[in-house]
């Protein structure tokens, strides 16, 4: 397996093994962007990234996430009604931005800060089979603090469930 503390070169897409190389920390440098390991990472691979694409021509993210029924989540949300948290979905459009950051340079460690509104509009359950994530950044903005701003919506099988706007993510560097 790679070392996941040496610098990797930024490409336009990731497999599983990447992400998960990512969660170990120094994928983008040491201090820098990580994502969290299982089972709160969100998504088994990111298909695109791009600093000029997206809804606003600054820059996008594309993940999936593949749904089984024996996913954690199902056993204990709800007994009886299993569906996939909201919050979830939300995190996972957090972490994609925070990799997004890290990706395209910026350093530190992302943190979520705030999203302005978030529209629920259906479910993930265990009859899901793909769950596909979209990030549009509308800014990003560099210098002490770097600072995403970003539209996110959410795909069961290719329909919208979950939409949010001004997902927010800033870049917190360690003081060392």
């Known amino acids: 397996?790679?070392?996941?503390?040496?610098?990797?070169?930024?490409?336009?897409?990731?497999?599983k093994d990447?992400?998960?190389?990512?969660?170990?920390?120094?994928?983008?440098?040491?201090?820098?962007?990580?994502l969290p390991a299982p089972p709160m990472l969100m998504m088994d691979r990111i298909t695109q990234l791009s600093l000029d694409g997206g809804e606003f021509g600054k820059g996008h993210i594309v993940a999936e996430l593949d749904i089984n029924p024996d996913l954690w989540f199902f056993a204990c949300h709800f007994p009886g009604d299993?569906?996939?948290?909201?919050?979830?979905?939300?995190?996972?459009?957090?972490?994609?931005?925070?990799?997004?950051?890290g990706w395209s340079g910026s350093p530190g460690k992302g943190r979520a800060?705030?999203?302005?509104?978030?529209?629920?509009?259906?479910?993930?359950?265990?009859?899901?089979?793909?769950?596909?994530?979209?990030?549009?950044?509308?800014?990003?903005?560099?210098?002490r603090l770097a600072l995403g701003v970003a539209n996110g919506q959410m795909f069961a099988d290719?329909?919208?469930?979950?939409?949010?706007?001004?997902?927010?993510?800033?870049?917190?560097r360690s003081e060392s």
């Open 158 to 172: 290719d329909a919208c469930v979950y939409l949010a706007t001004d997902l927010r993510v800033g870049m917190i």
């Open 82 to 101: 299993p569906v996939m948290p909201g919050c979830l979905g939300l995190d996972a459009m957090w972490q994609m931005l925070g990799y997004w950051l």
């Open 18 to 34: 990447d992400l998960l190389l990512s969660s170990q920390g120094g994928y983008f440098g040491p201090g820098n962007a990580q």
């Open 1 to 15: 397996m790679a070392d996941p503390h040496a610098f990797h070169t930024p490409k336009s897409h990731y497999t």
């Open 113 to 143: 800060i705030g999203v302005g509104d978030v529209k629920f509009r259906g479910d993930v359950t265990p009859a899901t089979r793909l769950v596909r994530y979209e990030v549009s950044l509308r800014q990003a903005r560099r210098g």
